[in-house]
């Protein structure tokens, strides 16, 4: 039985994944707030030490598949707050669970990253540096002090996207895929939330992908489980957009 750890495991992609992880027979260590296999806040350094010892001591040292869905989105009570869960959580938990997942059964590993991630402006912020170089006081402190939520939701996904591209080579070298999928709009409580923004509500309603809806949780699911699966055997390092085709809307220029 594979052994799967998911973070955000409580809602939206995470639990719809847990769900389909769990009837297809795997062994699913949920991690959340609250309500899950671990309860832990994946926003602070010593909550997600907790939960990469919590999930070492559940697989005995010996993980198969890891998915990073956790995030905060652009109603975040702070900017800092998105940069500590959507990019700084997944980083310590790649490096923490990365020696487990490379004597796992062909292992994989998927970050749930966002098309917000090319957002014109997005990859051009004092931000990204800092986040990359694995600054996170100073990250924080820039990103509450003069960053939008916009432009820290689009800057986390980009670095994070960045982050997952940049260990191709030594994940490799461990015998682990590891790879980002980026969906568009997927109708969960942090995009519901994101609608009824006072600041961003109308552009979040207005910006519709040409498919002309957005997608279920369950459909991003699927796509995560078939990047786990030994069907994607040679699928890694990418970003796969599963984002009813806002990425080519945007940019069709660039792939
Ligand atoms: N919904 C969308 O339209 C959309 C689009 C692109 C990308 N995403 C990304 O998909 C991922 C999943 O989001 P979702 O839409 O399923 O949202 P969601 O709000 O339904 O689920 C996110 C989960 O992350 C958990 N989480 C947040 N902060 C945490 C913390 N500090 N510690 C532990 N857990 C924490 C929440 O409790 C929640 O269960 C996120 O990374 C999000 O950025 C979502």
Redesign the pocket.
């Known amino acids: 039985m594979p052994i799967t750890a998911v973070?955000?495991?409580?809602?939206?992609?995470?639990?719809?994944l847990s769900q389909q992880l769990r009837e297809a027979g795997h062994q699913v260590i949920g991690?959340?707030?609250?309500?899950?296999d671990i309860n832990?806040?994946?926003?602070?350094p010593q909550?997600r030490q907790q939960?990469v010892n919590e999930v070492l001591e559940r697989c005995n040292g010996v993980l198969d598949h890891l998915v990073?869905?956790?995030?905060?989105?652009i109603t975040a009570p702070n900017c800092g707050?998105i940069l500590?869960?959507?990019y700084f959580?997944v980083s310590s938990l790649l490096d923490g669970l990365a020696e487990a997942l490379g004597k796992g059964s062909q292992p994989s590993a998927v970050v749930?990253?966002?098309?917000?991630s090319v957002q014109p402006g997005g990859d051009q912020q004092p931000i990204i540096e800092l986040m990359l170089g694995g600054d996170e006081a100073a990250a924080l402190e820039l990103a509450n002090r003069e960053v939008s939520p916009s432009l820290a939701?689009a800057g986390?996904?980009y670095a994070v996207s960045v982050l997952v591209r940049r260990k191709v080579h030594e994940w490799a070298k461990r015998g682990v895929r590891l790879n980002v999928v980026?969906?568009?709009?997927?109708?969960?409580?942090?995009?519901q939330?994101?609608t009824e923004d006072p600041r961003y509500g109308e552009a979040t309603r207005n910006f519709v992908a040409p498919l002309g809806r957005?997608?279920q949780?369950q459909e991003?699911a699927e796509v995560i489980r078939f990047l786990l699966s030994p069907q994607a055997s040679f699928i890694h390092g990418t970003v796969l957009f599963a984002?009813g085709g806002m990425d080519a809307m945007m940019r069709p220029s660039r792939f």
Do not use: F
């Not at 991690?31 to 899950?36: E, F, G, Q």
């Not at 832990?40 to 602070?44: F, P, Q, R, Y």
């Not at 749930?112 to 917000?116: D, F």
């Open positions: 973070t955000g495991a409580a809602s939206g992609i995470g639990a719809a991690i959340d707030r609250a309500n899950s832990v806040d994946l926003s602070t909550g939960a990073l869905c956790a995030g905060v989105g707050l500590a869960v959507n959580a749930v990253g966002s098309v917000a939701y986390s996904k980026a969906p568009g709009v997927v109708e969960t409580p942090l995009y939330a994101s957005g997608s949780p991003l984002d």
